[in-house]
């Protein structure tokens, strides 16, 4: 009896012991990929980039609602240049082919459309003042090519949005809009060091130009008034050429100028 009591005693514990066994490594398996998702966000973390989050419930925006938005900052782009930032947003919203609840979906207000068409000019303005620089070995032929490019851009949209009720000192602007400066600046900088641009001009008399050559007057339709866009600008960049064929009157305009208007 005392035998077969030790025997079932120890064939029990050892069932028990097994079972716990059993339970332990199964607890270890499921903890591993806790564990693996925390080393992975210490490494993150250790290279200074946030932890990535778990992607349960996590949407992207589709695509067909990304084309929407993208439409609506075009055509809000271009009503700005024709009529001015007061344009009704129903008309934006026709000009881009969506509805108006497509519209307010994306930008709940006029304030918000606005911010989003000087960030993507600015933006992409920049951008083509790099490949600009980039293409051209001529400094005066990057300058050229930027001016012509920055037209195809509607740069004219900044110009009535800045005088209006709308917050430029916004961090994403002033960031877009040092990035463009410099580049311009650069532009300019060099073409004068080559000896192709005339001194007495400054980067901001280059902005201003574009502004006024690339927009009509706000408000009034002027019907195909793109075909002489690139015309005059190209006889205005015949003028910045050296030699210099007459005086200007007054100083040359600066970015601060710009600034301080």
Request: some cysteine; charged content about 25%; aromatic content about 4%.
């Amino acid at each position: 009896m005392g035998t077969g009591s030790v025997v079932k005693g120890g064939t029990a514990a050892e069932a028990a012991g097994s079972t716990a066994r059993a339970a332990a490594g199964t607890a270890a398996r499921d903890a591993e990929p806790a564990k693996a998702a925390a080393r992975a966000d210490s490494a993150v973390r250790a290279k200074g980039a946030a932890p990535t989050a778990p992607c349960r419930g996590t949407t992207r925006p589709r695509a067909d609602a990304l084309r929407n938005r993208e439409r609506i900052i075009a055509a809000a782009r271009e009503l700005f240049v024709e009529f001015g930032p007061d344009v009704a947003l129903d008309d934006v919203a026709r000009r881009a082919g969506v509805g108006n609840a497509t519209l307010y979906r994306n930008f709940p207000d006029r304030a918000a459309l606005t911010h989003e068409v000087v960030l993507a000019v600015t933006s992409r303005t920049t951008l083509r003042a790099e490949e600009a620089e980039a293409a051209e070995a001529d400094p005066f032929a990057a300058l050229s090519r930027f001016v012509h490019a920055a037209a195809d851009e509607r740069i004219g949209a900044l110009c009535p949005m800045l005088s209006g009720v709308f917050d430029r000192d916004h961090p994403d602007l002033l960031a877009e809009r040092g990035r463009l400066e410099e580049a311009v600046e650069g532009l300019v900088a060099r073409a004068q060091s080559a000896g192709r641009l005339r001194t007495d001009i400054a980067v901001g008399d280059v902005l201003v130009a574009l502004s006024q050559l690339t927009r009509p007057l706000p408000g009034i339709a002027c019907q195909g008034i793109d075909r002489f866009t690139h015309r005059h600008l190209q006889l205005f960049l015949d003028g910045l050429e050296t030699p210099a064929r007459s005086e200007l009157p007054g100083s040359a305009a600066t970015l601060e100028d710009l600034r301080r208007s």
